[in-house]
DNA sequence: ATTGGCGCTCACGCCCAAGGAGTGCTGGGC
DNA sequence: GCCCAGCACTCCTTGGGCGTGAGCGCCAAT
């Protein structure tokens, strides 16, 4: 009984590789002659049951009951994943494939269009951190629709745009929009607003009074649209969760996590956990803490714009989902979407 | 059996009444028992399953197996809605409530607020199309990213912001840009993109070759934004399903509920059948048609700006709804949607 | 026309038995 | 010391059988 120090042997390993293998492919107990068929080691059914029983004693796989196979747990799962997986790339022209799908011009549609594309290549949820914002603008625009409702247009840095309606007390010509617009963009683009509010206030005592009212309602306009829009979570493809028979099989379960879901901040303190790291992570269970994930597993890679991790993309599905498969579709994904936003 | 020429006598009209609200209120099938106690009319059960063996020959009411009461068919649903229901409408303090959850400063977010309205109030999904854009612009705007990048901004006649990126062959200035934009907006604003098409082949002959060339860019990406986001609909509160015990029976039905919803077009076609009529309509079962939407109702209403029907608002949830509730819920979401973007 | 009574039909819940899958253990062979 | 055939055991699953209760349709009496 030396090698239950911890450390699994080579055969151990192998076992437990297979084992995983096959419940992830069929979804049922995997039991002793099973194992001994598919394995290629030659054993017999109950050598291996030997085995079974150290790698149960270990935590790596549970019997459901008594007289069933025996079912990764979410340990079996994490040894699985960081050591025994042995991942397949995508080749060049999936890849090629892929990149036609993320040819959009704006970048609320590109994260859009790679949520989808993360659903519908696992066939799970996939979701999508938009980029965080750095909070500078490029482009300030004042547009009046009404005598005291005016429009606001800003371009950040990142070259999207947001509006907003402002509702001011006094009333304003269109040739002083056009003039406030012009001081704000000569003077600050691609300043922080925080910044700016300083610097106008310092330097700009001379401008009339009302105009920099105007300009208060413009920063505070867009310090919010900043703030309020900084980082969200795209998901799409919730619905093919509803296939997955390991989660539906609990209703209340699948509510939970529907509901967690419509729960963004909490997703995305998740997801944030991400963007600290290099590469693919993978959350198993309930290692993430959450209970509604309990049977779900989350897998996540950053992306990046100017080399600098601003976002992250990911799929949840169930725990007992095709790894090998998943976690390349990630990571180029990512990659992918690195270089869409990059490029502009 | 006089009275069994397609008229209901009184009696048995109240006694479906009866019936179909029992069955809302519970969603049990109803027995002569329990009709006889409840209904108020002073009538044994025996006496009560008479009329309702006339009511189940006329189609109005079935029973799922022999020895089990009765529930509505759709065309039962149908005539209770039709000339048996009664709806309260809502009181001053809760319009009021509701209108200040629709306080909101852009079109996208105030279509969005609505629809998670209905969904929350009803515990459905809510739905909302998104309203018709006439065509034309109001402003438009040139922003060069990079050299050969130029963001295009265009406020719609209704106010809200549209952008788009355009990939030019040939180089154009900042004065360029700011020409052609200038050119468009003191001509045309306000007339529709084709309109502008011809006028601009017709009249500016004399304008640079390049010049329009990025006008021809700018109309195509504008007719593309205007047409492309033109009619959507946006759904809230699908979760809500998964807890009508209706409709999470059948999960291959649920998944096909689902499906629909991500079948924008399909979803479309029924709803902006209501913006042909005035006031609520309400589809029961499959009346629509759609197969999924067998065990579901749909209620809409359109709604408008300027005394112009631009879209529709609705509900999606269980035949067995409390129509009573949300008939009048849906009825003043479409009112107070229609005058907050017509104030503006 | 209304009603009490009667027999009938099903769905549902329960128990029980048979079948099957898979385990743990033991004892013998290499 | 490792491997393995055999065996007893456990426990899930399936399906049949039975009692119960709800509700109906019909009928004869009022």
Redesign the pocket.
């Known amino acids: 009984m030396a090698q239950e120090f911890h450390a699994l042997n080579e055969r151990a390993q192998l076992l437990l590789k297979t084992l995983v293998e096959r419940y992830i492919a069929d979804g049922?107990?995997v039991?002793?002659?099973?194992l001994s068929k598919y394995s290629g080691l030659?054993?017999?059914?109950?050598?291996i049951?030997n085995v079974?029983?150290d790698l149960?004693d270990m935590g790596f796989i549970a019997?459901p009951?008594?007289?069933?196979?025996?079912i990764p747990t979410s340990r079996g799962y994490r040894f699985f994943v960081d050591t025994l997986l042995t991942v397949k790339p995508l080749d060049r022209i999936e890849i090629n494939q892929l990149e036609g799908q993320l040819q959009v011009n704006n970048t609320q549609k590109l994260v859009a269009s790679a949520s989808h594309l993360l659903s519908d290549l696992t066939r799970f949820a996939g979701v999508v951190v938009t980029p965080r914002r750095s909070g500078g603008f490029r482009h300030i625009e004042f547009l009046r629709l009404t005598e005291k409702r005016i429009l606001l247009i800003l371009v950040t840095a990142e070259g999207d745009v947001q509006n907003r309606i402002i509702q001011t007390d006094k009333i304003y010509s269109p040739s002083e929009l056009v003039e406030a617009a012009n001081i704000l963009n000569q003077n600050y683009a691609g300043c922080s607003f925080d910044e700016i509010r300083r610097r106008v206030h310092a330097e700009l005592k001379q401008v009339q009074e009302h105009m920099s009212q105007l300009m208060a309602a413009a920063l505070a306009a867009g310090d919010q649209a900043v703030s309020e829009s900084a980082e969200d979570v795209v998901i799409s493809g919730e619905i093919n969760l509803l296939g997955i028979d390991d989660l539906s099989s609990n209703m209340t379960k699948l509510r939970d996590l529907f509901n967690l879901f419509e729960h963004r901040s909490t997703l995305l303190q998740l997801l944030d956990h991400s963007s600290r790291a290099q590469g693919v992570q993978i959350f198993i269970g309930g290692e993430a803490g959450l209970t509604p994930l309990d049977e779900c597993s989350v897998v996540t890679a950053p992306y990046e714009v100017d080399g600098k991790i601003v976002g992250t993309v990911g799929v949840i599905g169930p725990t007992r989902m095709a790894y090998e498969r998943v976690i390349p579709i990630v990571d180029i994904t990512a990659k992918l979407l690195s270089s869409a936003l990059t490029q502009r």
């Open positions: 049922q107990p039991g002793s002659r099973a030659d054993l017999s059914p109950a050598s049951r079974m029983a149960e019997s009951h008594t007289s069933a196979g025996r």
